[in-house]
């Protein structure tokens, strides 16, 4: 079992960067899939980006050339870095850890992005 705490969140100006982290407790951390999922007012969570344990990425349409997913599995940390911040950027951004038929999913961090 692991149980992921997403930080780094906060309010950036448009064009602007943040770098979010996930952090995980457990000691197979390195076997898990993670993922970045955001969440604005009013819309469905919807993916962002996807790492597997083999350390492939994915993400999606509206975030790439932008946002980069990366672990470090000797931390158990998953991170995101955000560049080139839009306003429709903003939302709760939440990570999520997947093994087998585990999902865990930690409490998310607020990412506002306005002038």
């Known amino acids: 079992q692991v149980q992921p705490v997403e930080s780094g969140g906060g309010l950036v100006q448009p064009g602007g960067s943040l770098r979010l982290a996930c952090a995980a407790s457990?000691?197979?951390?390195?076997?898990?899939?993670m993922d970045w999922y955001r969440q604005a007012p009013g819309k469905q969570r919807e993916l962002v980006a996807t790492?597997?344990?083999?350390?492939?990425?994915n993400s999606a349409d509206s975030v790439q050339g932008r946002f980069t997913i990366s672990r470090d599995n000797a931390k158990n940390t998953v991170y995101l870095q955000m560049n080139s911040l839009k306003p429709e950027d903003t939302a709760v951004y939440y990570c999520?850890?997947?093994?087998?038929?585990?999902?865990?999913w930690g409490p998310g961090t607020q990412v506002t992005v306005s002038s």
């Open positions: 999520k850890a997947s093994r087998l038929m585990y999902r865990y």
């Open positions: 457990g000691s197979i951390f390195r076997m898990y899939t």
């Open positions: 790492i597997t344990s083999g350390g492939s990425t």
